[in-house]
């Protein structure tokens, strides 16, 4: 089934490395140890875990990505499931968004007039 590649060591060091201690998205610096190594493509979309593949990410990237991922995982799990009649077991991960309410947006009433000009504005066809 789904096995879940990790980065090796050495993959890992020079995808930090490369960062030169910044986030690779959002270039916020990192202290070292802080950053996250992020698969760019999610693993369970085929994503491998390569230096190519990988990113540094700061902590609140890394958590919006992954959320993100797991929206995407989960559109790709569910039409497979549905060919093979799996079921898979809730992601503790996965973040429930809540659709937005609708707005309802109404528009100020307006002056149904419109002030006269005082002629100077209004020029004719002089000679
Ligand atoms: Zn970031």
Known sequence: MNKRME????DKAKIIARANGKCEKCSAMLKTGEGEVDHI???????????ANGRLLCRVCH????????????????QRDKANGAVRP???LAGRKR???????????????????????AQGGRE
């Open 7 to 10: 980065f090796t060591r050495k």
């Open 99 to 121: 659709p937005k309410p609708a707005l309802t947006k109404t528009l100020p009433p307006r002056p149904m007039y419109i002030t006269a000009g005082d002629g100077s504005a």
């Open 63 to 78: 958590v919006e990505k992954t959320a993100d991922d797991i929206r995407r995982v989960r559109k790709s799990d569910r």
């Open 41 to 51: 493509l999610p693993c369970a979309l085929g994503g491998e875990a390569t230096v």
């Open 90 to 92: 809730k992601s503790a």
